[in-house]
């Protein structure tokens, strides 16, 4: 590549399934899927094997979909920390060939290979000793986009090296007008369902049109995002791998799929408790306070969804469940139609570093901060459920239940 940066977006193929796989080899050939219990109400596809995926099983399906495309489906409950520790693997595998590695999910990372032809020859011969490497010792897949930068690598992996035999693709700046130009809208990175339809209602279907379409205007109707959106179509990315980890640390949330429809205020209002206090928690280990607190709920009717997604600005910025509690609440009782909730969630976004809130005068915040660090600092040591609220022993809390849990399933 003339370019002076090589960058690789290495992509470990149906993760969970491959890793399920790769432990049991009877499980070679087969349509197996990862999903959740479905008698716990968290039937979701998490990943689906080559297999699988023939069928038209996707992730994110309900399991009795799933089933009904094939019958004949594996079902296996996930082992998030089976998981964990092959991507750490992995990312170990990746260090041997640059010290510039960037996880970017647990089944995606990026490598800075800039200046590292003269020990692993071309981008492509690069890659093709990675992917070996990676198999060889996982027994995992790899694809790989290579790129002159993030957004090109990121493209050359989603929307062509997962579609060829060889799991290897080259984008740069003279061919990325040639391969990507002509995909849909939905194709580009960083353009959702909702994105979607608000550009082909303005007439853009591909992503050539998009290209096409004066920055002005898309920058007046959506600013920054607008402006990202048009770079993004013409393949130009300023992100750092510095950038990336702050861009990734704007906002801190947490979610969960509820066990049963949830109907009560009473017990909604005790689990957005729980999700409340883990938000703050992950704020405050990160130095950090938000200044705008979200609230999600989701309807239990997929057929004909509801639920809502609304935000509120906080006083001043915080990371103190009694603070920002109180306005999830407000959210709940102002959105809410008392329709049945299938999953909540709450977010902290507008970081700041917590040294940069003014100061607030004959207030005892600094003794509630104190008191909310000495209790993470219990549940660092004795676990999550050494100290909670009264209200999680009711039936609506869930703490108990996902007290053992990474990420909402078994470890």
């Keep these: ?108 990372q990026f490598l800075d290979m ?41 493209m050359a992996c989603d929307c062509f090296a997962k579609k060829n035999r060889e799991g290897v693709f080259e984008l740069d700046s003279s061919s990325y007008c040639r391969y990507v130009w002509p995909l849909p809208v939905k194709e580009l990175f960083g353009v959702g369902s909702r994105m979607e339809h608000h550009l082909l209602r303005m007439g853009i279907r591909t992503i050539e049109h998009l290209a096409a379409t004066p920055r002005e205007r898309l920058k007046k109707r959506w600013g920054i995002n607008g ?90 910025p915080s990371a103190l469940t009694m603070e920002v509690f109180p306005r999830v609440l407000h959210l709940l009782k102002r959105h809410w139609d008392g329709t049945p909730v299938r999953a909540v969630g709450v977010s902290l976004s507008g970081l700041v570093k917590e040294h940069m809130r003014q100061p607030v005068f004959f207030s005892d915040r600094e003794r509630k901060l104190a008191l909310s660090r000495a209790m993470d600092e219990v549940r660092e040591r004795f676990g999550t459920t050494s100290l909670f609220w009264f209200s999680s022993l009711t039936p609506g809390g869930q703490l108990f239940e996902r007290a053992n849990k990474i990420g909402g399933h078994e470890a």
């Design 114 to 154: 800039t200046g590292c032809s003269g020990l692993w020859g071309t981008p492509r011969e690069a890659a093709r000793r990675i992917i070996n490497c990676v198999r060889e010792d996982t027994g995992i897949n790899c694809r790989i986009g290579i790129g002159e930068n993030f957004l090109q690598a990121k």
């Design 227 to 316: 402006e990202i959106l048009w770079l993004n179509a013409r393949g130009i990315d300023y992100s750092t791998m510095e950038g990336a980890v702050e861009e990734r640390r704007k906002g801190v949330g947490h979610s969960l799929t509820l066990p049963r429809d949830y109907c009560n205020q009473k017990e909604l209002e005790v689990v957005l408790r729980e999700v409340t206090e883990e938000v703050c928690r992950r704020a405050r280990s990160l130095g950090t306070q938000g200044k705008t607190v979200s609230l999600y709920c989701r309807g239990a009717d997929f057929d004909y969804p509801t639920g809502f997604s609304r935000q509120v600005k906080l006083p001043a």
């Design 1 to 108: 590549m003339s370019a002076s940066r090589v960058i690789f977006l290495a992509d470990m193929e149906s993760f969970y399934a491959s890793v399920e796989i790769a432990r049991d080899s009877s499980l070679r050939g087969k349509p197996v899927v990862v999903c959740g219990d479905p008698r716990q109400r968290r039937g979701i596809v998490l990943a689906a094997s080559r297999e699988a995926k023939l069928y038209g099983i996707k992730t994110g399906m309900l399991v009795g979909k799933c089933l009904q495309l094939c019958p004949d489906a594996v079902l296996i409950n996930p082992h998030m920390q089976r998981y964990l520790d092959v991507s750490v693997r992995v990312t170990s595998l990746l260090e041997e060939y640059t010290d510039r590695v960037f996880p970017y999910s647990i089944d995606e």
